[in-house]
């Protein structure tokens, strides 16, 4: 299994990116994939997840109306689009696949003017 995070970098306040993942090495339709963030000192949260087809994607409170994930499954490739940036979401911010251990390296996003 390899997931391979980009997108990331520096944007500031009020902007917006798009994060890409893309996976290999399992049947990734089957799959729940999720992203998840860290700072420093903390422990990785989830931001947001999507589930096979038909199943409804699951947001964290801090991102809902924000943030929206996708996912195409013809390239393997879940997205994070990120919206109406704010100073704390800067964070690393990684893919896993469902709740396994297999996660990405991350990508750095800081938000800052």
């Known amino acids: 299994v390899q997931l391979v995070e980009s997108g990331g970098g520096l944007v500031p306040p009020g902007g917006s990116l798009r994060l890409s993942c893309v996976a290999s090495?399992?049947?990734?339709?089957?799959?729940?994939m999720s992203w998840y963030r860290q700072t420093p000192g903390q422990e990785r949260e989830l931001v947001a997840s999507?589930?096979?087809?038909?199943?409804?994607?699951n947001y964290a409170n801090f991102v809902k109306g924000r943030f929206i994930i996708s996912r195409d499954n013809g390239k393997n490739t879940v997205y994070l689009q990120m919206n109406s940036l704010k100073s704390e979401d800067t964070a690393v911010y990684y893919c896993r696949q469902g709740t396994s251990d297999y996660w990405g390296q991350g990508t750095q996003v800081t938000v800052s003017s």
């Open positions: 999507i589930g096979t087809p038909g199943v409804q994607e």
């Open positions: 090495g399992f049947t990734f339709w089957r799959y729940v």
